[in-house]
């Protein structure tokens, strides 16, 4: 299971960081991605980081203002998000895959159709102006 939590509703130019608890998985085996999905909008990889902590990925749209990162020891994936913009509204998911490569799972904030494995259910952001 995939659990994502500190979504909420903060003004344009916050912070918010959300984290994702992994259980049932070897967790420092897997890249974990963070997507989101916008009322009325197809689901977006916005970030990805591979399993050695080593590699990290992020959308343009996103880029310069999240940091995505893990903690094997904790089995849990973040994403901080700074200088938040309404457009960041979204459910934000996160997600964690084993088969493939590092470059086939990275290539999602890209924008390619990559299917991870395993998904959270979500948590909710809304950026208000």
């Known amino acids: 299971d995939l659990v994502e939590s500190g979504g909420g509703l903060v003004q344009a130019g916050g912070s918010l960081r959300l984290s994702c608890v992994a259980s049932g998985l070897p967790f420092k085996d897997y890249v974990m991605g963070w997507f989101r999905q916008a009322p009325g909008k197809e689901r977006e990889g916005i970030s990805s980081?591979?399993?050695?902590?080593?590699?990290?990925v992020y959308a343009d749209s996103v880029k310069g203002r999240f940091t995505i990162s893990r903690d094997n020891a904790k089995n849990t994936a973040y994403l901080q998000m700074n200088d938040l913009k309404p457009e960041d509204t979204a459910v934000y998911y996160c997600?964690?895959?084993?088969?493939?490569?590092?470059?086939?799972?990275?290539?999602?904030?890209?924008?390619?159709?990559?299917?991870?494995?395993?998904w959270g259910k979500g948590t909710l952001v809304t950026v208000c102006s």
């Open positions: 980081i591979n399993s050695d902590d080593d590699a990290t």
């Open positions: 997600a964690a895959t084993l088969r493939g490569s590092w470059s086939l799972a990275a290539s999602v904030v890209q924008g390619h159709k990559y299917e991870y494995d395993y």
